[in-house]
């Protein structure tokens, strides 16, 4: 990615509203296992795409499953086609937490290239990662009418791939950590990790939450589809992706489901919060946005929120709203961003000046 392209783009996250809590207060996850029936995507090595990946998710929603706390949603369950444009608003209906896609890559022209990568929805004139992009993207020309349902969208154009990245770069913030979460696991379980990297996949594109793309490896080396295609690769595999799930949930909404929806409006800022319940060494912040572009932190460049405190990590600036040693504290400021308008604020904690998941903190 050329640095003076990305510095042309003016990118600021104020997230959008992205997903309320399920009814039944359970946190949702969508699993979509790529392609499907007449589309069997990557084929090498006597393996086909399809297949993997279907095995490989059902193990993932199996897995998660077994949490009480946790509800999954998937896009197929069995060898079907499902229209690319379909797999997001099965997303949006479920109004889900996060949506995780899952494939597995393929190379031709290097039959050594081998490892996991997990994309998120972003900007890239990175000719590898156009080309990851093209090749998911290119199902579409398995519906008749493509060329209306994606607005003129043209699979062999890269001017396409990157237009699509341009139009949702909401909840980016949130992608990559959980993106970052998955690549780590990989690393955990002895895979080869590639990396986290941007691309302009059309499954990723109208999703309004946090999403990832999982490459799960190559098909076209020898070694590694024979592990994908295994029952012993594909359980560890999807291990590490419910571990991932699991233990993002956990960063961002603690052990208790901390998801707030139908939040009353309220017109009244409360600075001084009562901390009946503080912990020491501990404390709370709501993150409201992020951005790269560097603001003033003033009242009136935060819908009148006070105070605001920054963090950056390089190009990057996190914004949050308050400071509290106290949890109940701290879910009536998360209220008091909500109500404000940053729907996808999210409580953030800190222990000893580190950084910490809430529920660690809560510990």
Known sequence: MKKNYILTLLIVLFFVPICVTAQNGKFKVVLDAGHGGKDPGAIANGVKEKDVVLATTLLVGEMLEKEKD????????TDVFIELANRPKIANAAHANVFVSIHCNSAAKAPAAH??????MGVTKNASNLEV?????????L???YKIKY????????ESVIGTSILQEDNLI???????ALEKNFEGANRYSRGVKQAGFLVLRDIYMPRVLIELGFLTNKNEAKYLDSAAGQRKLAQQIANSIISYKKEYYGGDNLLIADTAPSTTIATNVSDSKAINNVEFKVQISASGKKLELKAQNFKG????SIESAGNLYRYYYGSTSSYD??????????AKGYDSAFVVAYKDGKKVSVSEALK
């Open 70 to 77: 946790i509800e999954v949603v998937y896009t197929r369950k």
């Open 115 to 120: 490892g996991t990568e997990t994309f998120v």
């Open 133 to 141: 992009a093209r090749r998911e993207n290119e199902v579409i020309t």
């Open 143 to 145: 519906e008749s009418d």
């Open 151 to 158: 607005d003129g969208y043209d699979p062999k154009s890269p």
């Open 174 to 180: 949130q992608s990559i950590e959980l993106a970052a």
């Open 305 to 308: 929120l006070s105070p605001i």
């Open 329 to 338: 504290a701290a879910k009536e400021l998360l209220k008091q961003a909500q």
